[in-house]
């Protein structure tokens, strides 16, 4: 057996055969069970960024400007904050995604709803003022037909009831 000799040149020598070196895993298994679990932190950040500017446009939409106004300017910090406060927690990523889940449809619901019941409430008060109109343009009419000298029965009710 003859021992490998020693290279005294200073050159570093190149291994015939490379060590094998063990491949660095770019994904770690919690990550692709938060990619399988659709939970990563990214996806939570999205979802939480856009429930929060629903928010602050629903809160536009009822006229609290000062509170839209604040969630917009906050949005990123209370994002940032749940974000953080589920990485070494990763259990309560998909209970907080599914709140999100409950909560996107309702503010979108919400939304939908409060503009179509404005709608609705203008038009019965539009109604309203027209028969409003129509009743007085008919009692005019009737008052006119009457002639001057003839009391209505609105009138005649007035005096009957008062207490002189």
């Known amino acids: 057996m003859s021992s490998p000799q020693l290279d005294l040149s200073g050159k570093e020598s190149e291994p015939a055969e490379e060590k094998a070196k063990p491949k660095r895993r770019t994904d770690s298994a919690q990550a692709k069970r938060e990619r399988r679990a659709g939970t990563s932190p ?5 979802r939480l ?22 969630i917009r300017e906050d949005a990123g910090a209370m994002t940032g904050g749940l974000v953080a406060a589920t990485r070494p927690l990763a259990w309560l ?17 919400g939304r939908v709803g409060r503009i179509l019941l404005t709608r609705w409430q203008a038009r019965r008060e539009r109604i309203a003022f027209d028969q409003a109109l129509a009743e007085q343009a008919a009692a005019a009419e009737q008052a ?16 009957e009831s008062s207490p002189y």
Not at 96 to 104: H, Q, R, V, W
Request: aromatic share 4%; proline share 5%.
């Open 42 to 46: 990214d996806k939570l950040r999205g």
């Open 49 to 70: 960024q856009a429930v929060f500017e629903r928010l602050a446009e629903w809160l536009e939409g009822r006229g609290d400007e000062e509170l839209a106004q604040a």
């Open 93 to 109: 990523r998909q209970p907080l995604l599914l709140l999100l889940a409950l909560a996107e449809p309702v503010l979108a619901f």
């Open 144 to 159: 006119a037909e009457r002639g001057p000298g003839m009391a209505t029965v609105e009138q005649t009710e007035r005096v």
